[in-house]
């Protein structure tokens, strides 16, 4: 169980897997990339898809858009931050030869069983099974299938390179104060810079490229330099002026996000202005729920500690919950007697010059307005969470993997 004092980073941690697994079914119905297949609806499936039958939803423009800008902004990287904060405390106990060992048990291993094993298969099943598109396993160089995993793969590297930097400089670095919190905010606008000056195209295993390499550093070096110099205790000092701040700011920023992520995407323009604002919100937010995850979760309770022991697993294997979910939703559909189409996103006419390209596969579910586009949503998301976090659990329990997970 985790100790009082950081029982509320576990608590923090089950949030923000929840926020990934709501991200991607968001993503799904939202028309951005998430896993194989993702579900549209338009007003007539035979016809060419465009952006005026297909996309012009208020859940797409107006909940599905924004919230995808707003969690890309901040989540992973408060995972890196939280996962660097436990970083030294491992290095110190184990030593450098043994803590490597248990990256590789504890990251390797996983990284590996799905970049080779379970991301090919679930897009095996995706087109095969599921679409009924004619394919072979491995086919077109699919034998190797990028996915969530990713933060697996780099943090597997963050720790590795820690863990040698900080072995062979062999000296205990000087304590250094929290900085204050508009010297924070300045890192983070640095970072918002950073993601306007580099491409969003996936680099190495990031999705959103370069920049998100170099945001998931300095946060995880946040944390390293957080435990070591007992910044996490030092925020608990701050003033109630800073914290309402904090909490003002972020809400602010979060707003405009929103709003220029709702205009972005209805005028089908970039715009570098939320890029920025990003990079400033990542660090805002990250405080605040540090902050207010420490005032409400005092301690852990059973179910926090069953959500904690499972949010690994959840990670790593709600893709496969979430591709059953909608499945299972495009045949109910069909029972009812709902038209709903199967295709490729690079064959179907209209698709491509609709931005949708990047997404291999589709439902395509014929409906005058949008109900069932908020049905579907709620019904994957709902059925996603009921069913992971046990099965997860169970998994995470099982013998073999109980020192893995």
Request: charged share 15%; with cysteine; proline share 4%.
């Amino acid at each position: 169980a985790a100790r009082p004092r950081t029982a509320y980073l576990d608590a923090l941690k089950v949030f923000l897997t929840m926020s990934v697994v709501t991200f991607h079914v968001s993503c799904l119905f939202g028309a951005d990339v998430s896993i194989d297949i993702n579900m549209y609806f338009c007003k007539d499936i035979s016809g060419t898809f465009t952006r005026e039958d297909c996309l012009r939803h208020a859940f797409i423009e107006f909940v599905g858009v924004p919230f995808i800008e707003l969690n890309n902004a901040y989540f992973m990287y408060l995972f890196f931050l939280i996962s660097g904060f436990f970083t030294p405390g491992s290095l110190d106990k184990k030593g450098l030869r043994e803590f490597l060992r248990d990256r590789v048990k504890r990251l390797g291993l996983p990284a590996v069983a799905w970049y080779v094993a379970l991301g090919p298969l679930l897009l095996f099943v995706s087109v095969r099974v599921l679409m009924g598109v004619p394919f072979e396993y491995g086919q077109q160089g699919t034998w190797l299938v990028a996915g969530p995993p990713w933060f697996v793969v780099v943090l597997f590297f963050f720790c590795a390179i820690y863990g040698f930097i900080h072995t062979a400089d062999g000296t205990t670095p000087s304590e250094t104060a929290l900085p204050r919190v508009s010297t924070l905010l300045s890192v983070g606008a640095v970072l918002g810079l950073v993601n306007i000056s580099t491409s969003d195209v996936p680099f190495f295993v990031a999705p959103l490229g370069l920049g998100q390499i170099v945001n998931s550093a300095v946060f995880f070096w946040g944390g390293i330099t957080a435990r070591r110099n007992g910044w996490m205790q030092q925020l608990e000092q701050l003033q109630g002026p800073a914290i309402r701040f904090l909490r003002a700011l972020t809400f602010l920023l979060a707003a405009l996000i929103w709003l220029l992520a709702t205009a972005s995407f209805r005028n089908d323009v970039s715009d570098t202005q939320v890029r920025v604002i990003q990079g400033v919100f990542s660090v805002a937010a990250s405080l605040t729920l540090l902050d207010l995850f420490r005032r409400v979760f005092l301690g852990a309770s059973s179910i926090v500690r069953f959500m904690s022991d499972a949010a690994y697993t959840v990670y790593l294997i709600h893709p496969w919950v979430l591709t059953f979910a909608v499945w299972a939703y495009a045949h109910a559909l069909r029972a009812f007697g709902v038209a709903v189409g199967r295709t490729c996103t690079l064959i179907h006419p209209g698709m491509q010059e609709a931005g949708q390209a990047k997404v291999p596969l589709a439902y395509l579910v014929e409906d005058e307005g949008e109900g069932l586009l908020w049905l579907g949503w709620g019904f994957a998301w709902s059925v996603t969470m009921v069913v992971v976090w046990p099965l997860a659990y169970g998994i995470a329990k099982l013998p073999g993997l109980r020192q893995v997970l």
